[in-house]
């Protein structure tokens, strides 16, 4: 048996300090007034951008149901613990279960600022080309979509007629983000 090993405080910094010191502030540098996160889980990214930018409407739609394997086989336990996390900010948050790709189809286009895309589960392998598809045209021209390890399906992206020059480092004053990166809608 292979045994995992342990990160110290500052690797774990980097490599999950993303949604504590990277997304929110980015979030506020670029003055985002408006988003949704694909893939809430439990609301801990979502608290950090609420908790930095006082200003933000923030939306986030998961299935919240169990996904066999890995950090998603507790995930119908997932809805209570975000709306708990969530429930000081009840006058900027709206959570939404369902089904993403169901739910792209009844939202208007150009609505929001950013999409935080976030959704790298396994059963999502196949996916992200249609889900990035769908919810590509509900960002308002000029608004981006950003993500954490969209490496790990660039292909999606090209086959959506990306490039790799389309692809930006997320940056907070002087400091890049280790992980997130974002493409602006045109």
């Known amino acids: 048996m292979q045994k995992t090993k342990k990160l110290g405080f500052i690797q774990w910094i980097k490599f999950k ?25 439990a609301g801990r ?6 908790k930095v930018n006082k200003n933000l409407k923030l939306a986030g739609i998961d299935l919240w149901e169990v996904i066999e394997g890995g950090a998603y086989k507790d995930n119908n336990k997932n809805e209570d613990k975000c709306r708990r996390k969530l429930n000081s900010f009840l006058d900027r948050v709206t959570l939404i279960k369902g ?13 929001y600022d950013f999409i935080y895309y976030d959704l790298q589960c396994k059963l999502m392998t196949s996916f992200h080309q249609e889900m990035i598809e769908k919810w590509l045209p509900k960002i308002k021209k000029g608004g981006v979509l950003i993500g954490r390890d969209f490496r790990e399906f660039r292909e999606a992206f090209y086959n959506l ?15 890049v983000s280790v992980r997130l990166e974002y493409v602006v809608i045109k």
Not at 45 to 50: E, K, N, P, V
Not at 170 to 175: A, M, Q
Request: proline share 2%.
């Open 17 to 41: 300090g993303w949604f504590i010191f990277d997304l929110p502030y980015f979030i506020k540098e670029q003055n985002l007034k408006n988003g949704l996160e694909l893939g809430a889980k």
């Open 45 to 50: 990214s979502m608290y950090y951008m609420l």
């Open 99 to 111: 089904d993403a790709k169901q739910i792209a189809t009844n939202t208007e286009n150009e609505t």
């Open 161 to 175: 007629g990306f490039k790799e020059t389309d692809f930006n480092s997320c940056k907070i004053g002087e400091r």
